[in-house]
């Protein structure tokens, strides 16, 4: 009989596991208690009488011990220092004197090596990609039982970009158990566009009210881009591109496919209509020099690029208009609903930037106290109402700023992204959440150099990304 498991067995093992985790979670807690003992001290008393004449008395005296405080346990924080400031980590502890936060720069090579030494986080910052593969590893603490007692994080006022959190198992992302949440979020595919470079160029601004396809989009970046010699001055069409994947994942799920079969044992790019025209589609826009790409890079960031007026559309979440207006760029950007392929509209977060607790927390209900202050408390409400973000508790919604003509428009397309209500994108467990980003950016400088054309760009991306999902599955089991 071979010993190599099935992925139902895979999965079969997954759910005990977690089934476990909830069971353990929801087992009594063991409650240390400091008792006050009063033990009676007999102590000698000298007592003079008018007569001098020393007599000793003995006497009982009762002595009452004073218990030692309690020392406070640790919560270790791996996460961004711009995102959780030290007065906010001061002011909680003034407020939770039982709890010290322990904060530890966000690096996830660091947390997994921590993990495997027994000394892990106990919170981590975490991007949707990485569930499958921590949940497929067993690293995930199971925090169902905790949100459906939070009166703070109450299950039904989650926003559904934290299905990204609920798993059935690692090959089933949006429903199940719970465990984590965003701390806020986007539609990522929406569009800026910058009218002054439509106005240069003489081409009409893009309606606002009408979503775009993908098509439409290559043409207008065609007819807005600008260059001098070997010089560009004005990028047509932009995008980040270390996101690539999961571009062309979102634009796949538009008719039901992702990028890899049906085991996620293999990527398929080559041999899928789909796939392989969504890929040329990308493959272009680099070839043509329509926005950055690997040989002619942004001296900085797309963003900074775009809030500068040498980018004329560029795709990025709700969170962007936050910035989007700088100086050169006030009251000349418009945010386009995010673009289609097929036809079938979709705008999810592909970010779905969070927070998980490890599987081998040793003081997880302190964490929890954290993760519920930093998620439903006051750095929520901060982080709401600045636009950063969609809110990940539906209740903030209302936060969100909605004073100026700009931000009245981005609202506007905003409420029908939201009404979308996209379920999430499926990521590969066996594969880290860059891999494919990695080896597509590798091989189109080799391709833009003029090393191999479009069919061999597709067949060593095909080839590396499979190798690296060999090694996951390898590692995983």
């Known amino acids: 009989m071979s010993d190599r498991v099935t992925r139902r067995q895979f999965v079969r093992g997954l759910v005990v596991a977690a089934g476990s985790g909830v069971l353990a979670a929801c087992a009594p807690k063991t409650v240390k208690e400091t008792v006050v003992v009063e033990k009676p001290v007999k102590e000698t008393v000298v007592v003079e009488k008018p007569v001098k004449e020393t007599v000793v008395v003995t006497e009982e005296k009762v002595v009452t011990a004073t218990p030692a405080p309690a020392k406070a346990a640790i919560v270790t924080i791996m996460h961004d220092r711009k995102e959780l400031n030290e007065d906010q980590e001061a002011q909680f502890e003034a407020d939770h004197p039982e709890i010290q936060i322990e904060f530890v720069d966000h ?268 998620n439903g408390g006051e750095p929520s409400v901060g982080r709401a109402s600045s636009g950063w973000g969609v809110p990940a508790l539906k209740s903030q919604y209302p936060l969100m700023p909605n004073e100026t003509d700009f931000q009245k428009q981005v609202q506007e397309v905003l409420k029908g992204e939201l009404e979308l209500a996209t379920p999430p994108i499926q990521f590969n467990p066996y594969l880290s959440e860059m891999a494919f980003g990695d080896s597509w950016s590798q091989n189109m400088l080799r391709s833009l150099q003029g090393e191999f054309g479009f069919d061999q760009f597709l067949q060593n991306v095909e080839s590396e990304v499979n190798t690296a999902i060999q090694e996951g599955i390898d590692r995983i089991g």
């Open 107 to 374: 690096d996830v090579t660091r947390f997994v090596a921590d993990y495997a030494a027994g000394r892990p986080a106990d919170l981590l910052r975490v991007q949707a990609p990485s569930i499958p593969q921590f949940l497929a590893r067993g690293m995930l603490f199971n925090l169902t039982p905790y949100f459906e007692a939070s009166d703070v994080l109450r299950p039904d006022d989650l926003a559904p970009a934290n299905d990204y959190y609920k798993a059935l198992g690692p090959f089933n992302i949006g429903s199940g158990l719970m465990y984590g949440m965003c701390k806020d979020w986007s539609p990522d595919f929406t569009v800026y566009a910058y009218k002054t470079a439509f106005e240069d160029a003489g081409v009409e601004v893009p309606d606002h009210t009408e979503a775009p396809t993908y098509a439409e989009l290559l043409e207008l970046a065609r007819k807005v881009s600008k260059s001098e010699g070997d010089r560009t001055l004005i990028f047509g069409f932009d995008y980040e591109l270390g996101w690539i994947g999961r571009m062309i994942g979102n634009i796949l799920a538009e008719t039901g496919q992702t990028l890899y079969v049906e085991d996620y044992s293999k990527l398929s790019l080559r041999d899928r209509e789909g796939a392989r025209s969504i890929a040329e589609y990308f493959y272009t826009l680099a070839h043509e020099n329509l926005g950055v790409n690997e040989v002619n890079p942004s001296p900085n960031w797309i963003g900074a690029d775009f809030t500068t007026g040498v980018v004329a559309m560029l795709q990025y979440g709700y969170w962007f208009s936050a910035m989007a207006e700088s100086e050169i760029t006030a009251g000349k950007v418009v945010m386009l609903p995010a673009p289609t392929w097929s036809g079938k509209r979709r705008d999810p977060t592909m970010t779905a930037t969070g927070m998980i607790m490890a599987a081998a927390s040793k003081v997880p209900d302190q964490a929890w106290t954290v993760f519920e202050w930093y």
